[in-house]
T-cell receptor, first 115, second 119 residues
């Protein structure tokens, strides 16, 4: 496909793990990113992974990368109500029209955390 | 706080009008990117500047233009506004142009956006 794809909604209970999935398009993307957007705020970089890695862990966040399937996931352990936000997956856009390194974003997954 | 400052936070204007959105990048960042976020289109890349020069263009309409000044701040000009231009406009910055061989890990840092409402 031509777009970075994510499911639009995810609902979990506080304390559970959340897994947000993303399918990206360009196998030559060097870095893949996860951004978080809280209501009324800009995009906050959460984490990123280099394409030669399978996994990256950063405190409660775990990123898994399957290059063969162009699949990226973000796992949030012990999800808290403060994690409620929209999460965006992004890939580099180097292959598209020669533009130098802007990011292509998915439409975002809205995570709702119920107490 | 990302260090990227955008003004104004909110802007309400009428169709046919022209507005200017302003962005100050993080200290030391030379690249500025503009994105438009709307409900139906998601986040769309508009244009990128590096050290005063245009580097890349995305889905930017001809009615829109941008520039980056010697002090590295950037302005996005939107003219002949239409109802469909209502959106959140984000500015982002990074230290250098991003590409495969030149610091592609350098992430974009986003401002809090300008919410434009065209009535």
């Amino acid at each position: 496909g031509e777009d970075v794809e994510q499911s639009l909604f995810l609902s979990v209970r506080e304390g559970d793990s959340s897994v947000i999935n993303c399918t990206y398009t360009d196998s030559s993307s060097t870095y893949l990113y996860w951004y978080k957007q809280e209501p009324g705020a800009g995009l906050q970089l959460l984490t990123y992974i280099f394409s030669n890695m399978d996994m990256k862990q950063d405190q409660r966040l775990t990123v898994l990368l399957n290059k063969k399937d162009k699949h990226l996931s973000l796992r949030i352990a012990d999800t808290q109500t403060g994690d409620s936000a929209i999460y965006f997956c992004a890939e580099t856009a180097v292959r598209r029209g020669g533009s130098q390194g802007n990011l292509i974003f998915g439409k975002g997954t809205k995570l709702s955390v119920k107490p | 706080d990302s260090g990227v400052t955008q003004t104004p936070k909110h802007l309400i204007t009428a169709t046919g009008q022209r507005v200017t959105l302003r962005c100050s990048p993080r200290s030391g960042d030379l690249s500025v990117y503009w994105y438009q976020q709307s409900l139906d289109q998601g986040l769309q890349f508009l244009i990128q500047y590096y050290n005063g020069e245009e580097r890349a263009k995305g889905n930017i309409l001809e009615r829109f233009s941008a520039q980056q000044f010697p002090d590295l701040h950037s302005e996005l000009n939107l003219s002949s506004l239409e109802l469909g231009d209502s959106a959140l406009y984000f500015c982002a910055s990074s230290p250098r142009p991003r590409g495969r061989g030149s610091g592609a890990k350098s992430p974009l840092h986003f401002g809090n956006g300008t919410r434009l409402t065209v009535t």
